[in-house]
T-cell receptor, first 111, second 112 residues
């Protein structure tokens, strides 16, 4: 069974600081996804990483994928309060189309 | 507007009373999926469908049924709901493998 672990599970940080959320998964996977969820809301897609070494950036968020290490990172640069949300990573396996999500990282950016 | 819709958004029911949560997408996506979200567990996949009449089990299919008779609709059926199915349910769709999923607004189900 494929397992996805995120850490930290909770992250409280000051505005302007940098931090990284880690996503480890247990077996070979070809694709990794990052989602954001605001309280009481649905999930919004942030990044789709399709190959080893893939790096994508949007605003203050940058995601990368190392399939050999089975690790993805979501780096936050100069955090702002608007980034406060829960972030999930998920993996699916080629030709399987089954998704496995991490437990989520609840980020609180304090003004 | 491209979207995934779910109904109802909130439902309180009693043990054993059959219910259906509907899911519809207007993006002509082939892939649709159901998830449940529970605190501390993230999202867990219940069932997914690659196309009309093609469905398969996810990680936690017990107690649920699905059908895919039309491309746009993917209802989730609980034949005999139990309290451990109290959860927040999300439907999602995507166009092809490797593409992002679009999620519906969620259905909060309480089984008493």
């Amino acid at each position: 069974e494929l397992k996805v672990e995120q850490n930290p599970l909770f992250l409280s940080m000051q505005e302007g600081k940098n931090y990284t959320i880690y996503c480890n998964y247990s077996t070979t996977s070809d694709r990794l996804y990052w989602y954001r969820q605001d309280p009481g809301k649905s999930l919004e897609s942030l990044f789709v990483l399709l190959s080893n070494g893939a790096v994508k950036q949007e605003g203050r968020l940058m995601a990368s994928l190392d399939t050999k290490a089975r690790l993805s990172t979501l780096h936050i640069t100069a955090a702002v309060h608007d980034l406060s949300a829960t972030y999930f990573c998920a993996v699916d396996r080629y030709n399987f189309n089954k998704f496995y999500f991490g437990s989520g990282t609840k980020l609180n950016v304090k003004p | 507007e491209a979207q995934v819709t779910q109904n109802p958004r909130y439902l309180i029911t009693v043990t054993g009373k059959k219910l259906t949560v509907t899911c519809s997408q207007n993006m002509n996506h082939e892939y649709m999926s159901w998830y449940r979200q529970d605190p501390g567990l993230g999202l867990r996949q219940i069932y997914y469908s690659m196309n009309v009449e093609v469905t398969d089990k996810g990680d936690v299919p017990e107690g649920y049924k699905v059908s895919r008779k039309e491309k746009r609709n993917f209802p989730l059926i609980l034949e005999s709901p139990s309290p451990n199915q109290t959860s927040l349910y999300f439907c999602a769709s995507r166009v092809i493998e490797g593409a992002e999923q679009f999620f519906g607004p969620g259905t909060r189900l309480t089984v008493l």
